[in-house]
Structure formats: structure tokens, C-alpha cells
């Protein structure tokens, strides 16, 4: 059958089933994107004795047509796994502490990204493309194979007059090297996005007597929040996610961030995984409000300039 051949109807029913395949391509993602949200979720509310029935029991409730319609109660939903892992860990101190070192790592990334960034894309110096690939080198090298110089590092800093703001046990002994390792991600998707303005943006500024400086963070950074919003978060899940850097450098119980706290919860003869999943879900939270808040310049940063390097 050609085209020609094609009846309205025809072409009405294939744009139907193109836009069901689209939608319907977009809801499998979502859905397989959050059940393990929601799994963990579902876990954490459960009593700890249902954890490990079989057939597994997805929802609290279920509609039984037998006799009639009625809802039937599958399990009992409880708050006893979050009251245990409150109880038994300084959760809200692990958590405070993964925020502070997940926002000072983003803050400092951003600006000297955004520096780096504007250097790289703005202004014509020998050796730019050498540079560039040696910030790209710089971010394929393997994280473990900066631990244990990082570690010496650290502890030879304890015996300093720094070594109380730099050495172990100490937020910014954490950030400096997580920054250092996602920077250049933050350099590339700025560089990126400054290459997509327009120069008349810049031209009035300098005419206008501003320095460089001036025209970076008086023009240049206040209409590219898609590329700030983008490198924060993905710095700031990095950080936040990170487990052997902080189990190494962060010693002290007071100190160490949500990750390691949720991997010290338990011993040698149990495991439990309702607390476990409590915990867990608890340290999803901040990510969740973060994506929901900057969604949108998150997605425009990924559309307007950062992928046209």
C-alpha cells in the first residue's frame, strides 16, 4: 500500500497508535524507574515479620470479589521500623551531615565550574583544547586509585595547624575531594552552555564598563540557571551517594554521612532490613524534594545548551 492509498481513517489510527506508544513508553519508564522507590517504601512499613512472606504482598489492601466486593487488609501498615532506626542510630545527624558536604560540594562546584566554564568558552588563550582534554582525562581516571594518596594526605594534614578543618573526621576533608572529582563534569556543562549565548549579551556588558568578572556573574549567571541547576544536581548526588571516600575519611560515628550509617546498621548474627529500608527511604527523601524543585531547569539545561558542546 502506498502513501496515496492511505484513508483518513488510516492516518488517524496510526497518529492514535504512535501517540499510545509514546505515552505508554513514558509510563513503563516511569514505573520501572520508581518501583524500587516504592518497594522500599512498602518494606519500611511493613512489620517485621511480613518482610520475608511469600507470595509477596505489594499493596496494604487488596478488593476481593468474593461474596460481594469488599477490601481485604493484607498486613498492618506501621511506623515501628522508622521509630527503631530513629531510636538505635543518629540518623537525623547522618543526614545532616550528608547535607552538609552533598551542598558545600555542589556550591563549590558551580562556582568554579562556572569560571572554568567561562574561561573555556568565552576567552581565546593558547592550549585551550589540551586543557580541555586533560579536565576530560582528569574524569575518567578511577576514583580508587585516588583513595589511599588522599588518605595519606588526610592523615599526615591531623598533625598541622589545618588538619582540624582538613584532616579526618572533617566536612571539609570530604568536599574538597569530591569536588575535585566531579569538577570536570561541571566545567564541561558550563563551557556547554555559555557557547549557546548569544556574545551581544556579553558585548553590552563590557561596554557598558563591567570587568569580566563583572559580566559573568551580573549577566552571564543570572540567565544560565538551567546549567547551574543541572551541574548542582548531579554534583549533589554524587556527594550525597557516595560510600567509600566517606566510610574511609569519616571515622567517628558523629561525622559519618548516610550511606555508611546505613551500612553499619545491624552485626555479624542479623540483619534488619526493616530498619534498613526505613533508613533508606529516609535518605531518599532530600533527593526527591531536590529533583521535584528544580525538575525544570533541570530539563531545560539538558535541552537548551548543555548537550550541544
Known sequence: MSVRDLTLEDVAFWEVGKRLGYFGSILAIVLISMFPVFWILISSLKPSGELFVFPIEYLPYTISFENGISIVQQYPLTLENYETALAQRPVGQYLLNSLIVASGTAILDVVLGALAGYSLSRLNFRYKLPV??????????????????????AIDLGGTPVGGFLGLNTYLGLILPYAAF???????????????????????GLMDGLSRIGVLFRIILPVSMPAMATAAIIVFIYAWNEFLFALTFMTEDSKR??????????????TPWGTITAAVFLSLIPLLLFMFFFQQKIVEGMTSGVGKA
Do not use: C, H, M
Not at 133 to 151: D, N
Open 257 to 270: 554521612t548516610i550511606t555508611v550509617g546505613i551500612a553499619l546498621f545491624g552485626n555479624q548474627f542479623s
Open 182 to 204: 566531579q569538577l570536570p563534569f561541571a566545567v564541561w556543562i558550563f563551557q556547554a552552555y555559555f557557547k549557546e549565548l548569544p556574545d551581544s549579551l556579553e558585548e553590552a
Open 132 to 153: 580541555l582534554l586533560l579536565i576530560l582525562f582528569a574524569a575518567l581516571l578511577p576514583f580508587i586509585s585516588r583513595l589511599i594518596p588522599l588518605y595519606k594526605l
